[in-house]
């Protein structure tokens, strides 16, 4: 799955090894940048909104550099979309949240295990988000998704799942 992993984006001439050897050099560094920035800023200024624009304008700049290159499916990208989609969150942006969330989805869907818990708390987040953008239909079916996927991962009595049940009752 590596080779999925890393996809490359899908162009007439394909970059050179070296730039795409660069580009992931890039896109480490970028990662553990955003990590310190995030750190830093969210110690020193948790309750400022002014922060939080800051990383995900270093998110979107990343993304538009890393995106010559690699495909939306590509872990680096899912990275920094997963951190972008983290802020959008933080600043209570629910539709830039959304847009993240929805570009993350299907590919996770592909590189994780059927049952995994990173897809369901994806699902999660797109149907509490749907919910809050009153798009109940599209809400409802993702957190079905979400329930069907933590049914199998922790037993269908789970605290998790009774709660995400009454959040649908809820609604």
Wanted: hydrophobic letters at 40%; one cysteine or more; a positive charge.
């Amino acid at each position: 799955q590596d080779k999925e992993k890393l996809e490359i984006r899908k162009l007439n001439d394909p970059p050179p090894a070296e730039t795409v050897r660069d580009m992931i050099k890039y896109a480490r560094n970028v990662i553990e940048e955003f990590r310190r920035a995030k750190h830093y800023k969210y110690i020193l200024c948790l309750t400022l909104i002014a922060p939080a624009c800051e990383l995900l304008e270093i998110c979107e700049l990343s993304l538009d550099k890393m995106g010559a290159v690699f495909a939306d499916s590509n872990v680096y990208m899912l990275h920094m979309m997963y951190q972008a989609m983290g802020v959008c969150l933080y600043v209570q942006d629910w539709e830039g949240a959304l847009r993240y969330g929805q570009k993350i989805i299907k590919p996770y869907s592909k590189h994780y295990p059927p049952y995994s818990l990173n897809v369901a708390s994806m699902w999660l987040k797109l149907g509490r988000l749907y919910m809050a953008l009153e798009n109940r239909t599209a809400g409802v079916k993702a957190l079905k998704r979400a329930i069907a996927i933590m049914e199998v991962a922790h037993g269908k009595d789970h605290p998790y799942i009774s709660e995400i049940k009454k959040e649908l009752e809820d609604h």
